[in-house]
């Protein structure tokens, strides 16, 4: 099935660092979305990217839709404690059916005061 | 606007004892969905209904899972009989037609032992 490639799996960084991290896919996806998810909570939507090529910012964030339309990156400035938690990307399934998403396994942020 | 709701929050189960999980979704969402997502990993679509019409169930383990969606508004999602693998949260999000609006719930945590 397709996959989506998430790195980095961890990332421990200083309060006030610049975070970077990437999705990759073997296949070209028209939408590139990423979320948020704090422990005990479902997901909760932070950008998305409808256009290849696409910057979009959303305060701090800010994310890319790639020219391949292979991969999407996620960039967050001055990292904050409140920014701890686990970042997916996800695109959206439409073969067979409308509206599904599918997942990446996720980088977990750790944020150092 | 509520958002989407699911019940209960945590559940522990022996194996092969039976479960069930409930779910609904914010007002006026056509579209009502059930993820697992096992510790470590991204979500992954178990269902999709539209309606009250299944449009994708092609990862649901049919030999032990089943869920159904009535009248169209709140959802149940039973397992029966559980195994260890099953160890999960299962999340219910709903969306307008089209995959707009895309809402999680808060999930269930689901401990088989």
């Known amino acids: 099935g397709q996959q989506l490639n998430q790195s980095p799996q961890s990332m421990f960084i200083q309060e006030g660092e610049d975070v970077s991290m990437n999705c990759t896919s073997s296949s070209i996806f028209n939408t590139w979305l990423w979320y948020k998810q704090d422990p005990g909570e479902g997901p909760v939507l932070l950008i998305a990217?409808?256009?290849?090529?696409e910057l979009t910012s959303n305060g701090r964030l800010t994310a890319q839709f790639g020219i391949t339309r292979k991969d999407s990156f996620l960039n967050i400035s001055a990292s904050i404690p409140s920014d701890v938690g686990i970042y997916f990307c996800?695109?959206?399934?439409?073969?067979?059916?409308?509206?599904?998403?599918?997942f990446g396994k996720g980088t977990k942020l750790s944020v150092k005061p | 606007e509520a958002g989407v709701a699911q019940s209960p929050r945590y559940k522990i189960i022996e194996k092969r004892q039976s479960v069930a999980f409930w779910c609904n979704p914010i007002?006026?969402?056509?579209?009502l969905y059930w993820y697992q997502q096992i510790l470590g990993q991204g979500p992954k679509l178990l269902i999709q209904f539209q309606n009250n019409g299944v449009v994708d169930d092609s990862q649901l383990p049919k030999d032990r899972f089943s869920a159904e969606r009535l009248k169209g508004v709140d959802s149940t999602l039973k397992i029966q009989p559980a195994k260890l693998e099953d160890s999960a949260v299962y999340l219910c999000?709903?969306?307008?037609?089209?995959?707009?609006?895309?809402?999680f719930g808060s999930g269930t945590r689901l401990t088989v032992v």
């Open positions: 996800a695109t959206m399934n439409y073969g067979g059916s409308q509206g599904n998403l599918i």
């Open positions: 990217l409808y256009k290849a090529g």
């Open positions: 007002s006026g969402h056509a579209t």
């Open positions: 999000a709903s969306s307008r037609t089209g995959g707009k609006g895309y809402t």
